[in-house]
């Protein structure tokens, strides 16, 4: 059995940061899908590059800009520009440079499922691999609504919204959250009718109100017909599209269901049992502020998986945080300034806790007490970060 000092599972944006960053020590990255996680696939780089021409074409439409600009193209064929560039920018999907870069570090990458069999043993797609240190970065996977009938209609999540080519002319989309807000602008902005539906009583409600409603009216002038404190009942197929029953009986009908309606932590079958891990009520990977899965020795979380904040930077923190304890330093992480964003034009953009969401509060004065280091992110003098 090939054994390494450190096994990571999930070759995602923590990984990224780790592999190459650990001196001195042989590394395997388990990957069962593409090098590089989410972000640069289908998720971030994707939707970024889409909005971005989405902005563009919008822009030049807009009589401010018509001394400029003589004309511009339909939305059809804007939409078509939007995914050339997106597969362009995307490399089509492919993440063979991921790879190669990973590889060039020295590290090992295993193509395959990793699942833990017993403390220091993980497999990988039916081969058995040994390991000092496992890293979970696993990442996460749409949630699915409970909706009556939702597998009878054309369902998109984010990764077929931002992969395919299809330009829907109707689209319902479950969930105000950032992705929600995000596909929805995109999507009217090339004309589609898009109705949201928001199950509480504003859109991105772990951001202060004031952002919400700008938000939200924003995107009623593009035209999106925004639902607050409203569910989706039931959905029932009508030709190749879907009938939405809302629950004030009013009905929505659409091309296409785009569910938005958040993330969970991707922790299903790792065979974390065996290592007497118990996830979080919301199901999420626990750890310390080392990024230690709590409960467990040698074994650490990163991203997603872990419930922190759901974004590429976190996990770029997270595993900056633990290629620095897994190379002997002490290391602690500090989530008091997590900036973030919802891409529409203009951007909508925070930093640290809100009123309305305050997090965990962290004494400075506690923090002065301890002997390990808050870390801002960046790197020591002369450690490399792999990012
Ligand atoms: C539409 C959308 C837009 C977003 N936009 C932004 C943005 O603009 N900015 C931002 O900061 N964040 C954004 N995010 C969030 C961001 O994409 C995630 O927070 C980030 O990708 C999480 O990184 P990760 O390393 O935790 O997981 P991932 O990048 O998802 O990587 C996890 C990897 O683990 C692999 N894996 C899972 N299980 C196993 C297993 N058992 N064995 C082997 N491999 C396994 C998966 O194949 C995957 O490659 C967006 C998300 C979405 C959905």
């Known amino acids: 059995m090939d054994s390494y000092d450190v096994v990571i599972v999930g070759g995602g944006a923590g990984a990224k940061l780790i592999w190459g960053s650990v001196p001195g020590r042989s590394v395997a990255v388990v990957e069962q899908s593409r090098v590089g996680g989410d972000c640069p696939f289908v998720a971030c780089v994707p939707s970024k590059a889409m909005l971005r021409t989405a902005q563009v074409w919008h822009t030049v439409g807009t009589d401010q800009w018509s001394g400029l600009f003589s004309g511009r193209v339909d939305s059809e064929r804007a939409y078509e520009e939007a995914v050339r560039r997106r597969d362009r920018i995307v490399h089509g999907r492919d993440d063979s440079l991921n790879a190669e870069g990973l590889e060039s570090t020295g590290a090992t990458l295993l193509r395959g499922e990793g699942t833990i069999v017993e403390p220091g043993v993980v497999d990988v797609s039916g081969t058995e691999i040994g390991y000092g240190e496992i890293v979970l970065n696993t990442g996460s996977v749409p949630s699915r609504p409970d909706i009556p009938g939702l597998e009878s209609v054309p369902v998109w999540t984010s990764d077929e919204a931002l992969s395919t080519s299809t330009y829907p002319s109707s689209a319902v989309i479950i969930g105000g959250g950032p992705v929600g807000c995000e596909l929805a602008f995109l999507f009217a902005t090339f004309g589609t009718a898009v109705t949201l539906v928001q199950r509480g009583a504003r859109l991105v409600p772990k951001e202060e109100p004031e952002t919400s409603s700008a938000l939200q009216n924003l995107l009623l002038t593009r035209g999106v017909d925004v639902r607050v404190n409203a569910r989706v009942v039931e959905m029932e197929s009508v030709g190749a599209g879907a009938h939405a029953t809302l629950g004030d009986a009013s009905a929505v009908d659409a091309d296409v269901v785009i569910l938005a309606a958040g993330r969970h932590p991707r922790s299903q079958g790792l065979g974390l049992d065996r290592l007497g891990v118990a996830l979080t009520a919301k199901g999420a990977v626990p750890i310390d502020e ?92 002369g450690s490399r970060t792999g990012g």
């Open 290 to 381: 080392r990024c230690r899965v709590r409960g467990a020795d040698h074994v650490w979380a990163v991203g997603d998986v872990t419930g922190t904040a759901p974004f590429t930077h976190t996990a770029h923190y997270q595993g900056r945080v633990v290629a620095a304890n897994l190379s002997g330093r002490d290391v602690l992480t500090d989530y008091r300034a997590v900036p973030r964003a919802v891409y529409t034009d203009p951007v909508f953009v925070s930093v640290g806790h809100t009123v309305a969401s305050p997090g965990p509060s962290t004494s400075i004065r506690w923090l002065r007490g301890r002997r390990c280091r808050r870390w801002s992110g960046r790197a020591p003098k």
